[in-house]
């Protein structure tokens, strides 16, 4: 398997930057969404990275497949992550109302922050394994 980490990386940051591109025009549900994206996406390439392959959208059980040590906060942040994949899209996900009408800055800031640091630490795990080579 022909390893596709950078692309995966790559991909990621994009996810990210959409993420913040969001949050400025205040579409939270939205920020919180390519928040996983981008989180999925970083430890989808770890996974490349370590020529592993899983499928699925769970960004806590993608990194239980890598089979490292991952800190603590950063799997609080895969499973903070996590619960946003469906109810940020789905309206059928509420009682009643859109997934706008329930998201909060605080809930995007949130998301934005986990987002950024599973991206940093899988960049750091790569790059440093990388820098080893």
């Known amino acids: 398997m022909v390893?596709?980490?950078w692309d995966w990386l790559r991909q990621s940051r994009r996810n990210l930057a959409s993420a913040l591109a969001?949050?400025?025009?205040?579409?939270?549900?939205e920020v919180c969404f390519e928040a996983h994206q981008a989180g999925e996406k970083a430890v989808k390439g770890l996974l490349s990275f370590l020529h592993r392959e899983r499928r699925g959208h769970s960004i806590t059980l993608i990194l239980s497949e890598s089979g490292l040590e991952v800190p603590d906060d950063v799997r609080?942040?895969?499973?903070?992550?996590d619960k946003?994949?469906?109810?940020?899209?789905?309206?059928?996900?509420?009682?009643?109302?859109?997934p706008a009408d329930y998201y909060t800055r605080k809930d995007a800031e949130d998301c934005i922050r986990c987002a950024e640091r599973i991206v940093e630490w899988v960049e750091g795990v790569v790059g440093g394994a990388q820098g080893a080579r």
Not at 22 to 28: H, K, M, P, T, V
Not at 76 to 81: H, K, Q, T
Not at 84 to 98: C, L, Q, T, V, W
Request: some cysteine; charged content about 25%; aromatic content about 16%.
């Open 3 to 5: 390893s596709r980490v």
């Open 22 to 29: 969001n949050y400025r025009e205040g579409l939270y549900e």
């Open 76 to 81: 609080e942040c895969a499973s903070a992550l």
């Open 84 to 98: 946003h994949y469906i109810p940020s899209r789905y309206p059928n996900a509420f009682d009643e109302g859109a």
